[in-house]
């Protein structure tokens, strides 16, 4: 009896559990995607850290999650006499709706 009370406790937190690493994969693919099509289209894009999917609390009823990131994008440039790839780090928070769409992408300048 007491390991079916067990099961039962803890039924809902694993069910949790599985829908927030979801929710996370669904967004750290929505933030590739948003990455590579929108905001660096011709650059290679490398991550380096994802941070933890949060859920929003403001007064802005459209964003309902945010998660920060830190990736690197190599760009060619031309300097006189050929080209050059240099890389460059980033660190942006993006902000999701309640479907994980990415609503917006704010820079953090280290």
């Known amino acids: 009896m007491t ?16 829908f927030k690493r979801s929710a996370t994969e669904l967004a750290k693919e929505n933030v590739h995607e948003y990455l590579t099509n929108k905001l660096f289209k011709s650059d290679s894009y490398q991550s380096v ?15 309902a999650w945010f998660i ?5 994008i190599t760009e060619i440039e031309r300097i ?5 790839s240099v890389q460059r780090s980033y660190r942006f928070v993006f902000y999701f709706d309640d ?11 280290e």
Do not use: C, W, Y
């Open 99 to 109: 479907k994980m769409n990415v609503l917006r992408a704010d820079n953090l300048f």
């Open 68 to 72: 920060e990131h830190k990736f690197i």
């Open 49 to 63: 850290f994802f941070g933890q999917l949060t859920a929003e609390k403001t007064d802005d009823r459209e964003t």
């Open 3 to 18: 390991k079916l009370l067990f099961l039962l406790l803890l039924l809902p937190a694993m069910s949790h559990s599985q």
């Open 80 to 84: 006189p006499g050929g080209k050059d």
